[in-house]
């Protein structure tokens, strides 16, 4: 008999699944990309070699198999978490500040923080949502003792423990990137997703203007929601009613940015030591379900399951999701085919230099070419 090996993610990204009814929620929960969560519940069929899932018009079920799988699964994983509570030390206990942007707050952080809660409950953690530059100066003089933080081009020591890929998002009907010049909301001057945004349309030499300045994602959110501009940030935080764009719409390239994490000289406790190993572990946890491998969906395959399989509708009480034309269900089915080819070659980041800072309104007309 072959043994075969499941990965714990796999069964926690069916619970999530089956919990939300939604890939793109259970992406944001898990700190893990729309793709990612698809070809994690594809591996588990393809393990498994059952179909766990099947279409029916707009709806998904979980097939008898499924409901099997999905029963051990809860098992495993409150088996698995409980382990992980008894192998840590209750014991320790204390107060650590946690310093991060809302970026990674929000849509990374969330399902790590559970865990670590659940293994050390006597630690209270403080939660410090600010940009990344003022973040490292707070690290050094000891005010925030851990700092999740994207590097910046004048950063220096920190761990890197994850690569971010940055996109161009707007809202789901929006076509503000259709303007001319291209309306941009970004992050304040000084932040590299900021600079890299600007620095690629400009050697693509596209005009654009500033239409929103906000120091918190919900802000660029906000002004993509409404089909006022164009914004980047990671794909993690690419969530339901938004789109990601791209070279279809004429648009460059972006590239990754390191994600560092800090901590305080001063941050000597076994809490701030036990927040920062977890963190470490968790956000190393690469998806590499994405290397060297796509999701091979087309109209045809939405009819069947993520690996293939077809299969029908199970006995009583099938557990089925809505499709509908709820952007936040429909994910589930037919993920977008620009999110399932992500870019997984590492792309080096060119220091950015000293900009000016640039007026809400101001247009950048690309200069003429001087003769080579």
């Not at 003792?145 to 994850?162: E, H, P, S």
Request: glycine residues 8%; proline residues 7%; contains cysteine.
């Amino acid at each position: 008999m072959n043994l075969i090996n499941l990965d714990i993610r796999m069964l926690r990204s069916l619970m999530s699944v089956v919990e939300t009814g939604s890939i793109t929620e259970t992406a944001r929960r898990l700190g893990r990309t729309q793709p990612a969560i698809t070809l994690q519940l594809q591996r588990l069929e393809e393990l498994t070699g059952k179909a766990i899932f099947i279409h029916e018009g707009r709806r998904l079920f979980l097939t008898a198999e499924g409901e099997t799988v999905l029963s051990y699964a809860r098992s495993i994983l409150g088996f698995h978490d409980e382990l992980l509570s008894q192998l840590a030390s209750p014991d320790i206990e204390g107060h650590v500040v946690l310093g991060t942007p809302d970026l990674y707050a929000a849509f990374m952080l969330p399902a790590i923080l559970k865990i670590f809660r659940k293994a050390f409950p006597r630690v209270q953690l403080e939660l410090n949502c600010s940009l990344s530059t003022p973040l490292v100066g707070c690290v050094k003089r000891g005010e925030v003792d851990i700092a999740l933080v994207t590097r910046m081009n004048d950063f220096t020591g920190g761990q890197v423990v994850r690569q971010e890929q940055l996109i161009w998002m707007t809202g789901e009907q929006s076509t503000a990137y259709n303007e001319k010049p291209i309306p941009l909301a970004l992050l304040p001057p000084g932040n590299l997703l900021r600079d890299h945004a600007i620095e690629q349309l400009e050697a693509a030499r596209l005009r654009w203007r500033i239409a929103c300045v906000s120091q918190s994602v919900s802000g660029l959110q906000a002004a993509a929601f409404a089909g006022m501009a164009v914004t980047v940030l990671g794909r993690s935080a690419l969530v339901r009613n938004m789109r990601e764009i791209g070279a279809p719409e004429g648009l460059p390239p972006l590239p990754k940015v390191d994600l560092l994490l800090y901590k305080s000289p001063h941050a000597t406790s076994k809490a701030a030591s036990a927040l920062h190993d977890y963190l470490a572990h968790y956000l190393n946890l690469d998806d590499e379900l994405l290397l060297g491998k796509e999701l091979p969906l087309s109209m045809d395959d939405a009819d069947r399951s993520p690996s293939g399989h077809t299969g029908t509708k199970p006995g009583p009480g099938p557990r089925g999701f809505e499709r509908g034309g709820d952007a936040h269900n429909q994910v589930l089915v037919e993920p977008r085919r620009d999110n399932l080819k992500p870019d997984r070659e590492p792309v080096r980041v060119e220091p950015a230099g000293n900009r000016r800072g640039r007026q809400p309104g101001q247009i950048y007309r690309p200069r003429e070419r001087r003769p080579a």
